[in-house]
């Protein structure tokens, strides 16, 4: 084999990469992974050219002793454990390639990078990854025409396909809903009309919206610090500059209200807690009811008629603490917001008096909040076998020309995978995996060659990049454009 590569992972996302790097035919890869059944399954795909073993990536020695030896490591773990893995590469002079943020701990290890000649490229896979390099192609081609982008707005979102959105919240959980419940609480930073604001409750400036599919609707929120990708993305001067994430309308208006009360909360269960109606009802004693306008209180009243009084005390408890300011005035939609959360709460069971919590852990300890109630939506939101998975990619630029002229420019993306059932893989496993695959193989054959700690974000880097997850695997933003004089746009062209 000409190329010898360590894979240190076994999640879902390494599938496509695997067999996107043993198409060439020319290299062997080692699997390291703490679940070796796993590994030694990823290695039935290519039995010939692939080995399986065992890796505790706490263990110094060990990721010494198997990195040596290996021209590329990939590096699929959880982000906080690639420090125990990049350094040991670098003092090795291995290269590494990982589709994770760059983080400030990487990239304090530039200068040792650059010093050893290892080439580390990060953010190859969906988000980060495509969404940057789609980012970056215009913002390029925009300098090139002498354009300025003023304004940038960036979403992304995986969720189930419209058919398969079954539930109230639109949405599907593959994995523990711990991680992406407690995203939605993380404080936003991000410029809006020149003006830097910091959000605490992202949720609540959600904004639908209404021109990204003509048959989907669609709800944003920012997502996390936007602005620490002003400087990189060459923007420090746009008036508005958000990154944030895609789901159905009315996804926010209820994990919101979940917020609210408290039960996704990392407060400990209470110990008296047995059912998730016991869970609810205890945490309303622990939040005050908001100030509600007389036609807010009548909209309660009306939502809760005809239910038993225990249903009833419960519904009125749970919406009379639910935050519906941004609604303002408007009863219409805090009408909606309230049947919304109302068909949430029948669907996941806050009524059932037999839907019994697990409260405490292995060794006795109560579990948080968001824990015990996070079991339950694994169970009625779980993404099966069966369900296909949607992509969802948007970005938003102003232009403006030296006249001061300016006109929208959106680079759009929306693409189904293919559910486990069927044989396939989803769309979030393929784009992650083949992203990093294809950018590990470009390390390997030589056409990467800067040293140090890098992201896509370079013609030279993201347009082989780009052209092969379009022509190999369909994977493509389409751009549009208000004006004919702007900017080359891409997509489907009728035949005549």
Not at 204 to 209: F, L, P, S, W
Not at 274 to 301: F, G, H, M, N
Not at 304 to 328: I, N, Q, W
Not at 353 to 379: E, S, Y
Request: aromatic fraction near 6%; charged fraction near 25%; hydrophobic fraction near 40%.
């Amino acid at each position: 084999m000409k190329h010898k590569v360590l894979l240190i992972g076994s999640g879902m996302m390494t599938p496509p990469l695997i067999n996107y790097l043993q198409s060439f035919g020319d290299t062997h890869i080692t699997v390291a992974s703490n679940l070796v059944k796993d590994a030694e399954a990823l290695c039935a795909l290519h039995p010939k050219t692939m080995n399986a073993v065992f890796l505790d990536v706490m263990d110094e020695a060990a990721v010494k002793k198997l990195v040596t030896g290996h021209s590329l490591c990939i590096s699929f773990i959880p982000p906080w454990m690639h420090m125990k893995v990049v350094p040991i590469c670098i003092e090795a002079g291995v290269n590494i390639t990982t589709s994770s943020y760059i983080s400030p701990e990487m990239l304090a290890l530039d200068a040792a990078a650059k010093a050893k000649g290892v080439i580390m490229v990060n953010e190859c896979g969906l988000d980060p990854g495509i969404d940057i390099m789609g980012t970056m192609k215009v913002v390029n081609e925009a300098k090139k025409h002498n354009f300025k982008v003023v304004s940038y707005e960036s979403y992304c979102g995986g969720i189930p396909t419209a058919e398969q959105a079954t539930n109230p919240l639109g949405y599907k959980f593959s994995w523990n809903p711990g991680a992406g419940i407690r995203a939605s609480r993380n404080t936003a930073i991000y410029m809006e009309n020149g003006k830097k604001v910091t959000c605490t409750e992202p949720l609540k400036v959600a904004k639908d919206v209404e021109d990204v599919s003509v048959a989907m609707k669609f709800e944003v929120y920012p997502n996390r610090d936007s602005t620490v990708f002003m400087d990189r993305f060459g923007m420090t001067d746009c008036e508005t500059f958000i990154r944030g994430t895609f789901r159905y309308k009315g996804f926010s208006t209820i994990v919101s209200a979940f917020h609210d009360i408290g039960i996704t909360s990392d407060d400990a269960c209470d110990a008296g807690v047995k059912t998730l109606r016991d869970l609810v009802t205890w945490r309303l004693t622990k939040v005050a009811e908001q100030e509600l306008s007389a036609s807010q209180k009548a909209l309660i009243a009306k939502m809760s008629t005809g239910m038993a009084p225990k249903d009833k005390a419960l519904t009125e408890g749970v919406l009379a603490r639910t935050d519906v300011k941004r609604f303002g005035d408007d009863l219409k939609q805090t009408e909606e917001g309230y049947s919304r959360l109302l068909k949430a709460m029948r669907f996941l069971g806050f009524f059932e008096d037999d839907l019994m919590l697990t409260i405490k852990d292995g060794k006795g300890n109560l579990r948080p909040c968001l824990d015990c109630f996070g079991d339950v939506m694994a169970v009625r939101m779980e993404h099966t076998k069966n369900d296909r998975d949607l992509v969802v990619m948007r970005h938003n630029f102003i232009l403006e020309n030296e006249k001061k002229e300016r006109w929208n420019h959106t680079s759009t993306w929306i693409q189904s995978g293919q559910s486990a059932a069927s044989g396939g893989q989803s769309l979030m496993s393929t784009s992650v995996g083949v992203t990093c695959g294809i950018t590990s193989r470009l390390v390997l054959e030589g056409r990467i060659t800067t040293p140090g700690v890098l992201s896509p974000t370079t013609p030279e880097m993201y347009e082989p990049i780009l052209e092969i997850l379009e022509k190999k695997f369909g994977i493509a933003m389409i751009e549009d454009s208000e004006r004919p004089d702007g900017l080359p746009v891409t997509g489907p062209k009728a035949k005549l």
